[in-house]
């Protein structure tokens, strides 16, 4: 039947209003939604901000409590062998980022403007130190070029020990973490404006610094600054690899553990969070600053063979992979012969005799736990805050106060963040003083310390889904918790997967958050490499780092294998 004048002028149906029922119904689901809120604010409050709160405090205060200002600055700051600790740290640091932005830029433009063979190959080599702790890389450098070194002839009178050796260490860690940002910055360019530029004959070079680099800016900025960061605050390199060659995160351990003076670790730490507080507000700016450059007519940028400039990129890609195999093959070797350098024949007795009959193997153990207890309470806090903040309704004064909480962690190190932890955690009047020495306080600890990436993953998925999921659910009385079962988690599954696999490779390898808190019965793997390489043991300290490395890789294949299998399920709607 045709409509008529009358039917098309009629106004809509007015929507029945919901009963008292409906609306006391929907008024208990967002209180249910409300004190988990508060409840999140509350765990952030305890378990990030009150630890540096708690650091500040005892900075201004001496042994016995009281209050002495800035007496402890000035008295570290007066003292030579402490200046030098500051000037050696921004002296490494700026080295490191120095060398491998260059070399990072380089190898993430060959993955994107190049066509030469073996660009997966050379993706995922790039990723493999990402699987170890920064400390295999000390000791297969060490192997390399130690005392008893292969290529130990190559330095000549130059000691491994110290700022070489940190260097070229913090590069090899740091490289991947740089390339990933890289790679999405030139991943981001508009393919019209090189067409546009070879279509006036622009050479390559030209484009180069007129469109390369001016669209990559940002990520370069952003990359130099978590590299600078990493390197500053990264405790397992220094501790192992350099000698008498003092830097702030050193400083740290020596004044905990060493000498029990937790004032002046207290001040030590404060100095090696300034940094990481200003390279994160010079993050904020820049990204407050950048501008969308892909626009909806944007076309993906394609390479073009060019035999002479892929030969020379696949050249270049194969050298760096070479290097990121070789420390990894040398402690691998080192793990698998009798005795470097003098009976290289195969033998598993640094994992039998180093590692079983030692009783070190418990650590590893005790890794693989609170691995996957960081997974399971990571992605429940994690991906649950990150829901309860971007889809429920109410409580706004709150919300801003949880989302910077969430972004804090990325600019506390890990160091500070575990004296934090002593400091208050070890208060005897403090009511969780229970959790001081367990394995809860290193399992908080290292979600605390992962939490941003894992935060800024899960929101990214979250906003990707319309609101109007929860308009629809809230309209047909269907609690907050039903649609976050039945529909967000099935559809936001690939980012779960991947801040699963981003906090158990972090748990398997982390040092400096764990180096504080662990006990006797809490020893981690980590940590276990430490102490196997202060006492000369390199043997089963490379069987350790392997049995990480090998773990963590298999983590990141289930990761695979559960991606292909679960999204088949539950994201056939994609395609």
């Not at 106060?401 to 190190?413: D, E, K, N, S, Y």
């Not at 981003?502 to 982390?510: G, I, R, S």
């Not at 276990?528 to 490379?542: D, K, T």
Request: glycine share 6%; with cysteine.
């Amino acid at each position: 039947m045709k409509p008529t004048a009358a039917t098309i002028a009629a106004p809509p149906p007015v929507a029945s209003r919901p009963t008292a029922a409906g609306r006391q119904q929907n008024h208990w689901h967002d209180r249910i939604a409300h004190v988990l809120l508060l409840l999140v604010c509350a765990i952030l409050c305890i378990f990030l901000l009150l630890p540096v709160v708690a650091i500040l405090v005892k900075s201004v205060q001496d042994k016995d409590g009281n209050f002495v200002g800035l007496s402890l600055f000035i008295d570290y700051m007066s003292t030579p062998a402490l200046q030098q600790s500051i000037l050696n740290t921004f002296l490494m640091a700026s080295a490191v980022t120095v060398i491998v932005i260059p070399a990072a830029f380089t190898f993430a433009y060959a993955l994107t403007r190049s066509t030469m063979p073996g660009k997966s190959m050379f993706r995922t080599i790039s990723l493999v130190p990402i699987l170890a702790p920064s400390l295999l890389a000390a000791i297969s450098f060490i192997q390399w070029f130690g005392t008893q070194g292969i290529l130990k002839h190559l330095l000549g009178s130059t000691s491994i020990y110290g700022p070489l050796g940190i260097i070229i260490s913090e590069c090899y860690g740091v490289f991947p973490h740089a390339l990933m940002i890289l790679i999405t910055a030139l991943t981001m360019a508009d393919g019209r404006l090189y067409e546009a530029a070879e279509s006036l004959g622009t050479s390559r070079l030209r484009k180069f610094w007129t469109i390369t680099l001016p669209g990559a800016k940002y990520g370069l900025i952003s990359a130099a600054l978590v590299v600078f960061t990493f390197t500053v605050n990264d405790f397992g390199v220094p501790k192992v690899i350099g000698g008498n060659f003092n830097v702030l995160s050193i400083d740290v351990y020596k004044q905990v553990i060493g000498q029990q003076n937790f004032n002046k670790g207290a001040v030590v730490s404060l100095l090696l969070l300034l940094p990481a507080l200003v390279a994160f507000a010079i993050d904020i700016i820049i990204r407050r600053k950048l501008r969308a450059q892909l626009s909806a007519r944007a076309v993906p940028y394609v390479p073009k063979k060019n035999k002479l400039f892929d030969a020379a990129m696949f050249t270049y890609c194969s050298l760096i992979s070479i290097f990121m195999l070789g420390v990894l093959g040398m402690a691998m070797f080192t793990s698998v012969i009798k005795l470097w350098p003098y009976d290289l024949s195969f033998s598993l007795r640094h994992y039998y005799f180093g590692l079983v009959e030692g009783g070190i193997l418990e650590s590893y153990f005790n890794s693989v736990k609170l691995a996957l207890w960081v997974v399971v309470a990571g992605i429940t806090l994690v991906f649950g805050t990150a829901y309860l903040t971007e889809k429920t309704r109410g409580m706004d004064s709150v919300r801003p106060i949880i989302r910077l909480l969430a972004v804090l962690p990325m600019g506390v190190p890990g160091l500070v963040l575990g004296l934090g932890y002593i400091l208050f955690f070890n208060e005897p009047g403090n009511p969780l003083n229970f959790m001081y020495h367990t394995m809860a306080i290193l399992v908080v600890s290292t979600v605390i310390h992962y939490y941003t990436s894992s935060h800024l993953t899960a929101v990214t998925a979250l906003k990707a889904i319309d609101n109007e999921f929860e308009a629809v659910s809230a309209s047909l009385k269907v609690p907050f918790y039903k649609t976050f079962f039945r529909v967000t988690v099935p559809v936001c599954l690939p980012a779960i997967l991947d801040i699963g696999r981003y906090l158990f490779v972090n748990a398997m390898t982390t040092i400096s958050a764990v180096v504080f808190l662990y006990s006797p019965d809490s020893t981690l793997a980590s940590v276990a490499i430490l102490n196997l390489e202060e006492a000369g043991e390199i043997g089963p300290a490379a069987a350790m780092a392997t049995l990480i490395v090998f773990t963590s890789t298999g983590v990141c294949l289930l990761y695979a294998l559960a991606t292909r299998v679960l999204l088949k399920r539950t994201q056939g709607w994609r395609s």
